[in-house]
């Protein structure tokens, strides 16, 4: 079983929709989740993070935290054309130098 | 330009050649990753440096090596390239510790025919 697991999709919705996505873990150190967005040949750009617990919200992205049931989650409001990417989620622990990442979810948006 | 930059950007070779992926930083970040990306797998960790001279291997190292003598620099060697290295290469970078945000190069490309 990966440490980390997320559907790769693809997930296509029309501008305008709410768009959930969503990774598990298994490792009960992680302390740090992000959210990584991947254009096409292009290199990951942190988008989103978050520390233990809880929501952060920032524009149109909340993300989403629930330790106890080992599942991270990203909400896009209103997506548009221009959020057509890869999405890949990310993990990290204490005193730990490693980032272990999720597979990624490809999102189209259709305008 | 400052940032973190990769070459080649695309590369071809044959099986069982060496092959060299250059990675240079202008932040004077202390640590440095190699990453691989491939289909249904995402980003798994090849080797990590976190300062000059000290490195150590990631999940998926067998096959590569990589050196340290400069904190801007992190070449990536496949020593003897086999078709199962074909895959596309990041290089990140971080300022320090567990925490803080990975910077990534735009990738390098490799084919291995």
């Known amino acids: 079983q990966k440490e980390v697991e997320q559907d790769p999709g693809p997930l296509s919705v029309p501008e305008g929709a709410i768009v959930s996505l969503n990774c598990t873990y298994s490792?009960?150190?992680?302390?740090?989740f992000m959210w990584y967005r991947q254009y096409s040949r292009k290199g990951p750009e942190l988008l989103m993070y978050?520390?233990?617990?809880g929501n952060k919200e920032d524009g149109r992205f909340t993300a989403q935290v629930d330790k106890s049931s080992k599942y991270i989650s990203l909400f896009i409001r209103d997506s548009q054309p221009s959020d057509s990417a890869t999405y890949l989620c990310?993990?990290?622990?204490?005193?730990?130098?490693?980032?272990?990442f999720g597979a990624g979810t490809r999102l189209f948006v259709k305008a | 330009d400052a940032g973190i930059t990769q070459s080649p950007r695309y590369k071809i070779t044959e099986t069982g050649r060496q092959v060299t992926l250059m990675c240079h930083q202008t932040?004077?970040?202390?640590?440095m990753f190699w990453y691989r990306q491939d289909l249904g797998h995402g980003l798994r960790l090849i080797y990590y440096?976190?300062?000059?001279?000290?490195?150590d291997k990631g999940e998926v190292s067998d096959g590569y090596v990589v050196s340290r003598s400069k904190t801007e620099n992190f070449p990536l060697t496949l020593e003897s390239a086999t078709r199962s290295q074909t895959s596309v290469y990041f290089c990140?970078?971080?300022?320090?510790?567990?925490?803080?945000?990975?910077?990534f190069g735009e990738g390098s490309r490799l084919t291995v025919l």
């Open positions: 978050t520390y233990s617990s």
């Open positions: 440096s976190a300062a000059a001279d000290i490195t």
């Open positions: 932040w004077s970040h202390s640590y």
């Open positions: 490792n009960s150190a992680f302390q740090y």
């Open positions: 990140a970078s971080r300022l320090g510790g567990s925490t803080g945000e990975l910077f």
């Open positions: 990310a993990m990290s622990g204490a005193g730990g130098f490693k980032t272990i």
